[in-house]
């Protein structure tokens, strides 16, 4: 049996130093929002080799639309604007007709208001919320002690603070966006914590139920000792998919797929480094 609990706090100290970091980026720098929570207009445009770029942006400026953002891919111009209403949007269009002809297409183009955004934010917050509450509860029963509970929520909130710091990293230094999809990784990483968890709690459970009440720091350790392995096993096979898809997947799920790369490793660790660990603090001190 390895006594994995007595580097507790090296893994505290690990996950302090990423989580700091994290949170100066986001007190730095924050997020680069996308048009899921700030609103605005996406178009997608078809330009042909020789027209300049400054040319396009000028007929948009032009017409008093405030561009955001502006990239260009081969032949494809991303532009993003704050939202344009139809008059201000046709006024562009037409003028973009007239100047290049067929040279300037319009592939797509969408629109979202800024109250659309405040939802989007108010639901994904309203999500989390009943996830942690359900996860709490159900844990709760099942394991009949606040504490497994606890911890594990702990735990998850330690993900859920690597996981939003390291993307403030990427929003920052890589031009990653806040957008669903990154609520979508985050749900999903949170989830893949706590299925973690409950694996190393369970034959926690078991020791316990067959032995009795017994030293909990030799439980944990023998927990983790007989479930590491697997975990990592599973965890590896996920890790290797991701990080595939991260270097050689499309742009737009790059920064979707790196933040449950992430999620999965903190997941991975935060369940036997973290969790386990509160769960012998919690419990030592019920015993005093």
């Known amino acids: 049996m390895i006594d994995f609990l007595r580097h507790t706090r090296l893994y505290f100290l690990l996950s302090a130093i990423v989580i700091v970091l994290g949170l100066f980026s986001m007190a730095r720098w924050g997020f680069r929002y996308s048009i899921d929570f700030v609103g605005g207009t996406n178009q997608q ?21 405030e561009i955001v953002k502006l990239e260009k891919n081969d032949n494809n111009l991303l532009l993003r604007t704050k939202a344009l209403d139809e008059k201000k949007e046709g006024a562009i269009n ?9 040279e300037v297409q319009i592939e797509r183009s969408e629109t979202v208001g800024p109250v659309l955004g405040r939802e989007t934010m108010i639901k994904t ?32 909130v330690h993900d859920f603070l690597v996981v939003i710091g390291t993307y403030s990293l990427f929003s920052h230094f890589l031009g990653a966006e806040l957008d669903t999809l990154f609520v979508t990784a985050i749900l999903t990483a949170m989830s893949f914590s706590v299925h973690d968890t409950i ?17 909990i720091e030799r439980l944990v350790n023998r927990a983790l000792t007989e479930t590491l392995v697997r975990s990592l096993n599973n965890s590896m096979t996920i890790i290797f ?47 005093r």
């Open 94 to 102: 037409r003028q973009l007709a007239v100047r290049f002809k067929n």
């Open 45 to 65: 445009l078809k330009v042909a080799p020789h027209i300049n770029t400054s040319e396009i942006k000028k007929v948009f400026t032009d017409n008093g639309a």
């Open 125 to 156: 917050v309203t999500a989390s919320v009943v996830a942690i509450l359900g996860i709490l509860i159900y844990m709760s029963f099942s394991f009949k002690s606040f504490h497994f509970a606890l911890a594990a929520i702990l735990a998850m």
């Open 241 to 287: 998919m991701l990080l595939a898809l991260t270097l050689l997947g499309g742009s737009t799920i790059r920064f979707f797929v790196a933040t449950l790369l992430v999620g999965t490793v903190t997941g991975t660790y935060s369940s036997p480094f973290i969790a386990a660990p509160i769960l012998v603090f919690l419990e030592k001190r019920k015993a």
């Open 199 to 215: 694996i190393i709690f369970d034959k926690i459970r078991e020791y316990r139920r067959l032995e009795g009440i017994a030293d």
